[in-house]
């Protein structure tokens, strides 16, 4: 999960894929830590690579969704360096079709239950030590 500071205030990014608005996400590779993982696949979905990890490594995952999938979150701060939503080689296409910076409610309303207790973690955290 990303946020950003912007004028007071943080955003945190979301990713829509159809109709679907999501967070940055994705598989890991063999030799990845979690932490690389999660990095790449920003780095691989949004063309951040300012991650910084100011709420430490602790992790969420969510509950067992499609299948028996469960994805870790961990929460990092981007300074606002611009998204774009790159090429995926594999596709031929980006893997999503539009991003936007929204405000924890905004992010809340546009979520699945699934993410929604991931968002209420995240803020929980930011909120207890706002670097």
């Known amino acids: 999960m990303v946020v950003r500071d912007l004028s007071g205030h943080r955003e945190f990014l979301l990713l829509r894929a159809y109709r679907n608005w999501d967070l940055p996400k994705g598989g890991m590779e063999a030799e990845e830590t979690p932490l690389q993982a999660a990095m790449r696949e920003v780095r691989e979905e949004t063309g951040l690579h300012d991650l910084e990890f100011l709420w430490g490594e602790d992790t969420i995952d969510t509950e067992p969704y499609a299948g028996?999938?469960?994805?870790?979150?961990?929460?990092?701060?981007?300074?606002?360096?611009?998204?774009?939503l790159p090429i995926n080689p594999s596709l031929g296409r980006a893997e999503h079709h539009e991003y936007r910076w929204v405000s924890h409610d905004q992010a809340l309303a546009l979520t699945v239950p699934r993410l929604r207790r991931v968002l209420h973690w995240a803020l929980e955290r930011i909120e207890s030590n706002p670097s």
Do not use: H, N
């Open 68 to 84: 028996g999938k469960v994805v870790r979150f961990f929460v990092a701060r981007s300074a606002g360096a611009p998204v774009s």
